[in-house]
C-alpha cells in the first residue's frame, strides 16, 4: 500500500503523451485506477504495468551463412 498516486496529467507527462491517451486508458478499463471524489488516480504500480505489458522486445535473427541471396 505503499503507492502513489498519480493525475492523469502525471501519468500523461510519464508516457510521453497528451492527456487524452490516459483519459482514453481510463475509459476502455485498460489501466487500474482509482476515483476519489470526482478525481481520478492512477497508481504508480499500474503505469508500470501497463508499460512493462506493452514493451515489445527486439528479436534476434540469426545471420545466413551466406549472406543476401543476390
Known sequence: MND??????QVAEVLGTSVRFPRRLIEERRIKYVKVGRHVRIPESAVRDYIESHTVEPVRRRRSRYGRAA
Do not use: P
Open 4 to 9: 502513489r498516486y498519480l493525475s492523469v496529467t
